[in-house]
């Protein structure tokens, strides 16, 4: 596994999802990131986290997303909460900065009004 992103699914305004990321170590010894892509728009960074912790968020995702990482397990996770119509995209994980062109499959997050 390379990059592997998971947990995305079907939420209603106001409610929470839990993404999940399990990554090689050529990836993950590295600061991490969360990005999105909508339909028509450009894949932009959401979340980074380094690998001693130290966070920072785009923001439309501040005080309402949560980044976090467990070096052991080689998985970082996005706890998203309040979650919003606009929230709807496909979310993958990366190193951040973006070395090289792989990109994982990623996970969609569709939100309802």
């Known amino acids: 596994v390379q990059l592997q992103a998971s947990g995305g699914g079907l939420a209603q305004v106001g409610e929470s999802l839990r993404l999940s990321c399990v990554a090689s170590?050529?990836?993950?010894?590295?600061?991490m990131g969360w990005y999105r892509q909508a339909p028509g728009k450009n894949r932009d960074l959401v979340a980074a986290?380094?690998?001693?912790?130290?966070?920072t968020y785009a923001d439309s995702v501040n005080g309402r997303f949560i980044i976090s990482r467990d070096n052991a397990k080689n998985t970082m996770y996005l706890q998203m909460n309040s979650l919003k119509p606009e929230d709807t995209a496909v979310y993958y994980c990366?190193?951040?900065?973006?070395?090289?062109?792989?990109w994982g499959l990623g996970t969609q997050v569709t939100v309802s009004s």
């Open positions: 986290i380094t690998r001693s912790g130290p966070a």
């Open positions: 990366n190193s951040w900065p973006i070395r090289g062109s792989y």
């Open positions: 170590s050529s990836f993950f010894n590295s600061t």
